[in-house]
C-alpha cells in the first residue's frame, strides 16, 4: 500500500513563515542561553575534543559536539540531535543525560568515554576515532522545509501503514527548531510502531500538530500529538524522541 505524507499550514498570521517560505530564503538565527559550566564540567570539556566521531565497543558509533553552550550527540544512522545535560558525578566524572532524563554518556576527568544505550543500558566504552562536524543545524529554504515536512509525514505514515497528518503552526524564526521536531516526532512514531509493546500506544495518534505558541510540552489527546516549543532556546527548545515516547507510551513503557 502506498501512502503519501500530508502536511498542512494553518492560514493565519502567525504562520506567514510557511506562506512565505516557498518564494524566499529564510535564515533562522538562535541564540542560546548561556550556561556557566562547573570546575568539573570545564574539567571534563577541556579533555573532550570540541566536535569528534567516537565508535563503542559495540559497534555503535556517534557524534559528540561540545563547542556549544549545550553539549549536542548523534548516533549514527539517526537523524536526531539530542540535546545533553551535565551533571556531576563522583571521583570528578560527568554524566550526560537527554531530556527525559535518560543516562547517554559518562566521560571521565581523564577523557574516557562510556555509552549508554538500550542495547547496552550498562554502559560500552567508547574511542574516539576523528574529527567531525559540528551538530548545529543549518537554515532552510521555504521549499526543503515543505519538502522535509512531507518527508517525515510520509516515514511517520509508512511505519503505521496509514497516513499520519503533521500540521505547523509556527510565528516567523521557529522553522528550524519546527523541523527539528518533526524529525523526532518522526523518530518516537516509527520506533514505537515497531515495538511489540508499544504499537498499541502509537496507534492511538492520528494527527501531529507543532506549535511555537503557549507553554513548551508534549501531551496526547483525542489522537492528535500536540508539540509546543520554544524557539528562542534553540534545539535545546524542543523534546527529543525518548520524551515523546515516555508521553505516548505511558505505563506500557514499564511492562
Known amino acids: 500500500m502506498k501512502l503519501l505524507g500530508s502536511v498542512r499550514a494553518k492560514k493565519s498570521p502567525r504562520v506567514t513563515a510557511m506562506a512565505v517560505a516557498a518564494i524566499a530564503v529564510i535564515g533562522v538565527g538562535v541564540v542560546a542561553p548561556v550556561i556557566v559550566p562547573t570546575e568539573s564540567q570545564a574539567q571534563s570539556r577541556r579533555t573532550v575534543p570540541p566536535t569528534a566521531r567516537y565508535v563503542s565497543s559495540s559497534g555503535q558509533g556517534f557524534i559528540?559536539?561540545?563547542?556549544?553552550?549545550?553539549?549536542?550527540?548523534?548516533?549514527?544512522?539517526?537523524?536526531?540531535?539530542?540535546?545533553?545535560?551535565?551533571?556531576?558525578?563522583?571521583?570528578?566524572?560527568?554524566?550526560?543525560?537527554?531530556?527525559?532524563?535518560?543516562?547517554v554518556l559518562r566521560v571521565t576527568p581523564d577523557g574516557a568515554v562510556t555509552l549508554y544505550t538500550t542495547t547496552a543500558p550498562q554502559g560500552s566504552p567508547a574511542s574516539r576515532v576523528g574529527e567531525a562536524q559540528g551538530l548545529a543545524s543549518a537554515a532552510m529554504t521555504g521549499a526543503q522545509l515543505v519538502d522535509y515536512f512531507m518527508r517525515q509525514s510520509y516515514r511517520a505514515s509508512q511505519a503505521m501503514g496509514r497516513l499520519i497528518v503533521i500540521d505547523v503552526d509556527i510565528q516567523p524564526g521557529s522553522e528550524q527548531v519546527a523541523a527539528d521536531t518533526v524529525s523526532a516526532a518522526s523518530d518516537a512514531i516509527v520506533r514505537m510502531a515497531r515495538s511489540s509493546n508499544l504499537r498499541a500506544q502509537v496507534e492511538r495518534v492520528r494527527r501531529v500538530v507543532v506549535s511555537d505558541?503557549?507553554?513548551?510540552?508534549?501531551?496526547?489527546?483525542?489522537?492528535?500529538?500536540?508539540?509546543?516549543?520554544?524557539?528562542?532556546?534553540?534545539?535545546?527548545?524542543?523534546?527529543?524522541?525518548?520524551?515523546?515516547?515516555?508521553?505516548?507510551?505511558?505505563?506500557?513503557?514499564?511492562r
Not at 75 to 93: F, I, M, N
Open 64 to 103: 559528540l559536539d561540545t563547542s556549544g553552550s549545550r553539549p549536542l550527540m548523534r548516533l549514527e544512522r539517526s537523524t536526531e540531535v539530542w540535546v545533553l545535560r551535565p551533571t556531576p558525578a563522583p571521583r570528578g566524572d560527568i554524566i550526560y543525560r537527554n531530556d527525559n532524563g535518560d543516562q
Open 213 to 254: 505558541q503557549g507553554r513548551p510540552g508534549v501531551s496526547l489527546v483525542q489522537g492528535t500529538l500536540r508539540i509546543v516549543i520554544d524557539a528562542d532556546a534553540g534545539i535545546a527548545g524542543r523534546p527529543s524522541s525518548a520524551r515523546i515516547v515516555r508521553v505516548v507510551g505511558g505505563d506500557a513503557l514499564n
